[in-house]
């Protein structure tokens, strides 16, 4: 795609402008005469001289100095030399005319100012053109002089401002400044064209394309008649804003205005060739090349023109445009452009020096936005190595286009490859970002899939199978073995080893298929292969097959040394020290200097706990200058310094120097590895073994949430537990660390795990752990020791408790006896690389002590175990007796609650006999009542009959008969409110108190049966046939509490009346009958009352509620009359 370098229009713009700025400061000194008169000076003559034909400057200064001619006419002199291009003329007479014209008239200081800005303008221009740096700062130099001497004259004049300004912008670091005066002009004269011309060139190097343009439209509408350049910078904005149609209008507009005009040709050729059709390329070249013809040192023609024979590969062509168009302009852009055109040509020839030093130097002149030589550049760096920085100029390309396809597909390669973790993690951003603009892309997966092989092996196998899939269903091509290697090395990473062995059988035979084309590297890959596969087969534990392989690939290639070194994993594994020994110094007569060979000898030797021999093999490592930086090799010797204060024969004064060695290979690793866990973890046990605690549990802390898959940090935070005596958390990280990384077969952790059951009191959950270890390693006599160091403490414990039980003393006397065997055994037999076998035989001495001492422990238990068996005969002897006692009282009251509820069942059957037909109702109509003056009375409310009576017995002689009832009744009362007085205190005040909801439901009962309201309703005649109670039992039975006395439900003994009475014995027998309904209703087994039925129902209850109120009424009256006798009233009432 061509472009348009904005650096030339505005070298046009500034053409453009100058043009109309000089014809507007010359319209005073060029007039349309064909002479020039300088006066004589004293006479009235005149010397006239054709502008045409003028003569040597040497002589026209002459004759000014000798005449003393005004200033002014030194400056027209010197501006029709200019005309007709005799530059060192017009310098000359400029230059004269500072010292020697005569300025002794009006306004000549204008005259000066216009001398010194026209030479100044010319100087301007000659830099402009000037090539070489130091020539051009002393024209800049100066002009800058002589604006600075016009500035002192004439500061304000529009004219001066505007060359000035045009200097300004120029020079290139001044286009405020030039902003500044173009503004200022156009504030004394809005409609000046070179200021209007000027704004917009510095909008437009300001990246505002659309106020530029108004700038131009503004110029255009002053002066419709303007230059073709007008047009031309208009075109360029349109272009820059997007309008290629416009833009083409305002090039061809330029174009008719100005036939000549190169500019506008090549923005026509430019567009022309973006149109990226047959004709419209042709006719652009042949744009490009009318303007070559118009104007062969046109920069921009022949970059353009470059460009297009590299497409047609003539790459001399390309060569010689660039070149000359480098050299024929002094715009950055210009140069970068032609550079670029330049080193691409060396760099398809295969010339990468001088592609190298082209691109360079294009890098060095081009601006932010063109970043093509940047990723030729980058290419150069890639064939030379340096991938740093080729990575570097890529990234320059990707912040200016950050989805460019090519940029992002090589950045991903170079980052897969490097060692910084951030970079790989660009480099998996970025071939993600391919692989989804392009899912096609093969490569990209390829190469994402290799990155996300140490990050994400599911995501891997996915990438590797999707590019799998697509070889075979896009490309149509079989599917290299290096993939299906790669694929079966993810499976076996992820465990599924079926498939990693399916994957490696067809690799095989891929290669076995290949192998035609070139034996050589598909034999070289089917080693590599077998490799692979006899891992697999140690992971299933076929080991005979994988020997059988590693063997195979020794004998073609004695040299593999991985071969041997899982050999001789496999022989330590089967705890054959010796063998494995062998193997790994067969691999070391293959390459001495082979680091994992001498690190594994290493191990071998830590693991028997010969500290020295390994230390010296990891030394060893690190003197290599190869290896030097080996951070496993450090971690090891700093693990050697540490481990040394856990033998027995260390020397506790150089605990802290060794403890401080650790400490420096530990942080030796950190420096090299920022991010390496177990260096952090040894720094973590230093600080534990200092006694730094808390310290060290923050970094096993930190450790732990960086990586859960690492045991040693868990059991380390399980050790800082137990020393911060947190057993309960170190019981728990221990069997959690079982749990997970070991399945409860780990020795060293149930030692760990036992250790924190004994220091917490927990002896028997610590041997029980113990006993779990000693299935797992019967021979391991650590194991043993401290199996009898917690049987005999266990022993101890229960024979100097005086509450022990005989068997607990006898078990305890017999693990002693256990424990003392073990001790003497361990004595001589034991591993005095574990513990001191001193302490074993001091151990067996205590058990020994104890046990000349078991006898009497032994005595006492059993006199303590007699008392209590006797003790406990005894008390189950007077148990039992207890026990049948209990038995014959429940007997004998089980016998009396029998034949009392016999009894009663008898009573009740009889009651039930005598009660079943003991009330009828009939309904009968009221008569009419006449009503009466004054308070209501009680027994006016209707007519109870009785047997004895007819039916005219109640009326108006009830009522007195009734009222003295309740008078005597009252009466009597009181008197037995006296006796209980007398007898009980106070229970006439506690009735008062306590009994107003008794007293209320005895009125109700009175009310509900004895009585009938004053109303309109229905009402019932009650007709009896039970025996009334006497006056005495009455109100006895009302005043005791039911159970007392008379038997609830039966009916008074005393069948007798008081017809005296009245109403009133005939509500007091009515309420009797009630209370045995009452009695009936709560005795009867069938729960069967005989009650009214319907409204009758209804009008007994508001008859209730009626008297109810009445009667309190009655009282409150009876209250206001006789107050002293209140308390009598109530007591006979109740």
Not at 311 to 330: E, I, R, S, W
Not at 369 to 379: A, N
Not at 384 to 399: H, S
């Given at each position: 795609t061509f472009s348009l370098v904005p650096d030339p229009l505005r070298t046009r713009c500034f053409g453009a402008c100058e043009g109309v700025r000089r014809d507007t400061m010359t319209s005073r000194y060029i007039s349309s005469a064909t002479s020039i008169e300088?006066?004589?000076?004293?006479?009235?003559?005149?010397?006239?001289?054709?502008?045409?034909?003028?003569?040597?400057?040497?002589?026209?200064?002459?004759?000014?100095?000798?005449?003393?001619?005004?200033?002014?006419?030194?400056?027209?002199?010197?501006?029709?030399?200019?005309?007709?291009?005799?530059?060192?003329?017009?310098?000359?007479?400029?230059?004269?005319?500072?010292?020697?014209?005569?300025?002794?008239?009006?306004?000549?200081?204008?005259?000066?100012?216009?001398?010194?800005?026209?030479?100044?303008?010319?100087?301007?221009?000659?830099?402009?053109?000037?090539?070489?740096?130091?020539?051009?700062?002393?024209?800049?130099?100066?002009?800058?002089?002589?604006?600075?001497?016009?500035?002192?004259?004439?500061?304000?004049?529009?004219?001066?401002?505007?060359?000035?300004?045009?200097?300004?912008?120029?020079?290139?670091?001044?286009?405020?400044?030039?902003?500044a005066q173009f503004n200022f002009v156009l504030q004394q004269s809005p409609e000046s064209i070179p200021a209007l011309l000027g704004k917009a060139c510095i909008s437009f190097n300001k990246k505002d394309f659309k106020g530029a343009l108004a700038f131009y439209k503004k110029a255009l509408r002053t002066n419709p008649n303007c230059p073709g350049a007008v047009r031309l910078g208009m075109g360029h904005c349109f272009l820059k804003l997007g309008n290629s149609e416009k833009a083409r209008l305002a090039f061809q507009r330029a174009l008719d205005l100005d036939k000549k005009c190169v500019g506008a040709l090549v923005g026509l050729a430019v567009l022309e060739l973006n149109s990226k059709n047959h004709d419209s390329i042709k006719k652009g070249v042949e744009l490009l090349s009318k303007a070559y013809t118009i104007d062969s040192s046109y920069p921009m023609v022949l970059n353009h023109l470059a460009d297009h024979f590299f497409?047609?590969?003539?790459?001399?062509?390309?060569?010689?445009?660039?070149?000359?168009?480098?050299?024929?302009?002094?715009v950055e852009a210009m140069q970068a452009e032609s550079c670029y055109q330049l080193a691409r040509a060396f760099h398809i020839q295969g010339d990468h020096d001088?592609?190298?030093?082209?691109?360079?130097?294009?890098?060095?002149?081009?601006?932010?936005?063109?970043?093509?030589?940047?990723?030729?550049?980058?290419?150069?760096?890639?064939?030379?190595?340096?991938?740093?920085?080729?990575?570097?100029?890529?990234?320059?390309?990707?912040?200016?286009?950050?989805?460019?396809?090519?940029?992002?597909?090589?950045?991903?390669?170079?980052?897969?490859?490097s060692p910084d973790p951030k970079k790989r993690e660009a480099a998996r951003g970025h071939l993600k970002k391919v692989t989804e603009e392009t899912p096609d892309d093969v490569e990209a997966l390829i190469e994402l899939a290799g990155i996300l092989e140490q990050m994400d092996i599911s995501a891997s196998l996915q990438a590797y199978e999707k590019a799998?899939?697509?070889?075979?269903?896009?490309?149509?091509?079989?599917?290299?073995?290096?993939?299906?290697?790669?694929?079966?090395?993810?499976?076996?990473?992820?465990?599924?080893?079926?498939?990693?062995?399916?994957?490696?059988?067809?690799?095989?035979?891929?290669?076995?298929?290949?192998?035609l084309q070139d034996e050589m590297y598909y034999s070289n890959i089917t080693v590599s292969i077998n490799y692979n596969l006899a891992r697999l087969y140690e992971e299933l534990c076929d080991f005979e097959r994988a020997e059988q392989l590693y063997k195979g690939i020794l004998k073609e290639h004695p040299s593999y040394v991985d071969c041997y070194l899982?050999?001789?994993?496999?022989?330590?594994?089967?705890?054959?020290?010796?063998?494995?020994?062998?193997?790994?110094?067969?691999?070391l007569q293959k390459n001495q200097e082979h680091a994992d060979a001498w690190a594994l000898i290493g191990n071998l030797h830590?693991?028997?706990?010969?500290?020295?021999?390994?230390?010296?093999?990891?030394?060893?490592?690190?003197?290599?200058?190869?290896?030097?930086?080996?951070?496993?090799?450090?971690?090891?010797?700093?693990?050697?310094?540490?481990?040394?204060?856990?033998?027995?024969?260390?020397?506790?004064?150089?605990d802290k120097k060794h403890l401080e060695r650790a400490l420096d290979y530990y942080k030796d690793v950190l420096r090299k590895d920022s991010r390496n866990l177990y260096a952090a973890n040894g720094i973590g046990s230093v600080l534990a073994h200092k006694g730094f605690f808390r310290e060290a549990r923050d970094v096993f802390a930190q450790v732990r949430e960086a990586t859960a898959d690492m045991p040693d940090v868990w059991l380390n935070l399980a050790h800082i537990y137990v020393e911060q005596k947190q057993y309960i958390s170190a019981i728990q990280m221990y069997e959690n660390c079982l749990k997970k990384f070991y399945s409860f077969h780990n020795t060293d952790v149930l030692l760990y795990l036992a250790r924190a059951y004994f220091m917490s009191g927990r002896l028997e959950d610590c041997k029980t752990t113990l006993l779990k270890a000693r299935h797992i390693a019967p021979n391991d006599s650590l194991l043993l020791f401290n199996l009898a160091l917690v049987e005999q403490r266990s022993a101890i414990a229960v024979l100097r408790n005086?509450?022990?039980?005989?068997?607990?003393?006898?078990?305890?006397?017999?693990?002693?006896?256990?424990?003392?065997?073990?001790?003497?055994?361990?004595s001589k037999e034991g591993d005095h690389m574990k513990f001191d076998l001193n302490f074993a035989t001091h151990e067996a001495r205590k058990c020994a002590d104890y046990l000349s001492q078991a006898q009497h422990h032994v005595s006492r238990a059993r006199k303590v175990d007699d008392e209590e068996r006797l003790m406990r005969e005894r008390q189950e002897k007077e148990r039992e007796l207890i026990r049948q006692k209990h038995i014959e009282e429940e007997q004998e009251k089980a016998r009396e609650r029998d034949l009392q509820s016999q009894k009663m069942e008898e009573a009740r059957q009889q009651f039930k006999?005598?009660?079943?037909?003991?009330?009828?109702?009939?309904?009968?109509?009221?008569?009419?009542?006449?009503?009466?003056?004054?308070?209501?009375?009680?027994?006016?409310?209707?007519?109870?009959?009785?047997?004895?009576?007819?039916?005219?017995?109640?009326?108006?002689?009830?009522?007195?008969?009734?009222?003295?009832?309740?008078?005597?009744?009252?009466?009597?009362?009181?008197?037995?409110?006296?006796?209980?007085?007398?007898?009980?205190?106070?229970?006439?005040?506690?009735?008062?108190?306590?009994?107003?909801?008794?007293?209320?439901?005895k009125r109700a009962k009175i009310n509900e049966e004895g009585e009938e309201t004053q109303s309109g309703r229905k009402k019932k005649r009650v007709i009896s046939k039970a025996f009334i109670s006497d006056e005495e039992d009455s109100s006895g039975e009302e005043g005791k509490p039911r159970g007392e006395g008379v038997e609830p439900g039966l009916p008074s003994s005393s069948p007798t009346p008081r017809a005296e009475e009245g109403s009133s014995a005939s509500s007091q027998s009515e309420s009797e009958e009630s209370e045995v309904e009452e009695t009936n209703h709560q005795d009867n087994g069938s729960g069967v009352e005989e009650e009214p039925q319907g409204e009758g129902l209804k009008e007994k209850e508001e008859a209730m509620e009626s008297t109810q109120k009445e009667s309190e009424d009655e009282e409150q009256g009876e209250g206001q009359r006789s107050p002293d006798k209140s308390d009598e009233n109530e007591a006979a009432m109740e």
């Open positions: 300088i006066p004589l000076r004293d006479t009235d003559e005149v010397i006239e001289l054709d502008v045409e034909q003028l003569p040597d400057g040497e002589e026209v200064i002459s004759i000014l100095k000798d005449e003393r001619a005004p200033l002014h006419i030194w400056v027209a002199l010197a501006l029709h030399y200019y005309k007709q291009g005799k530059f060192d003329d017009f310098v000359s007479v400029l230059e004269t005319s500072r010292t020697d014209a005569d300025v002794s008239y009006k306004d000549h200081e204008k005259d000066q100012m216009v001398a010194l800005d026209t030479l100044a303008a010319h100087y301007v221009q000659l830099a402009r053109k000037e090539k070489q740096k130091e020539k051009r700062k002393e024209l800049f130099a100066q002009a800058t002089l002589l604006y600075t001497t016009a500035d002192k004259i004439v500061m304000y004049d529009p004219n001066h401002l505007l060359g000035r300004a045009y200097f300004c912008l120029l020079e290139g670091d001044k286009m405020d400044q030039a902003e497409f047609k590969k003539d790459y001399a062509k390309v060569q010689h445009l660039a070149l000359h168009a480098f050299h024929g302009t002094d001088q592609a190298f030093q082209y691109y360079y130097q294009a890098t060095q002149f081009a601006s932010g936005g063109y970043v093509l030589p940047h990723y030729g550049l980058g290419q150069m760096y890639i064939a030379r190595g340096d991938t740093e920085n080729a990575a570097l100029c890529l990234e320059k390309v990707l912040a200016s286009q950050p989805n460019n396809y090519e940029t992002l597909k090589i950045l991903g390669s170079l980052y897969a490859s799998s899939q697509m070889l075979k269903d896009t490309v149509g091509a079989e599917v290299p073995p290096e993939i299906l290697n790669n694929i079966a090395a993810l499976h076996f990473r992820c465990g599924d080893y079926e498939k990693a062995k399916s994957y490696y059988e067809q690799t095989l035979e891929r290669c076995r298929q290949e192998r899982r050999l001789g994993c496999m022989a330590r594994d089967r705890e054959q020290i010796y063998e494995a020994s062998d193997w790994f110094k067969e691999a830590l693991a028997k706990h010969e500290w020295g021999p390994g230390q010296k093999k990891f030394e060893r490592i690190l003197k290599n200058p190869e290896t030097k930086s080996d951070t496993y090799s450090n971690l090891s010797l700093g693990n050697v310094w540490l481990q040394t204060l856990h033998t027995s024969a260390r020397d506790r004064a150089k005086e509450m022990s039980k005989l068997p607990q003393v006898v078990g305890a006397v017999r693990e002693l006896e256990m424990a003392q065997r073990f001790f003497v055994y361990l006999l005598k009660t079943q037909n003991l009330l009828q109702f009939r309904e009968e109509t009221p008569e009419p009542k006449a009503k009466t003056p004054g308070r209501k009375k009680k027994g006016a409310a209707g007519d109870i009959y009785s047997e004895g009576e007819g039916d005219g017995g109640g009326g108006e002689t009830a009522a007195p008969s009734a009222k003295k009832k309740r008078r005597r009744s009252r009466k009597k009362v009181t008197s037995s409110e006296q006796v209980d007085s007398d007898t009980g205190g106070d229970s006439k005040r506690k009735r008062r108190k306590s009994g107003a909801g008794g007293r209320d439901k």
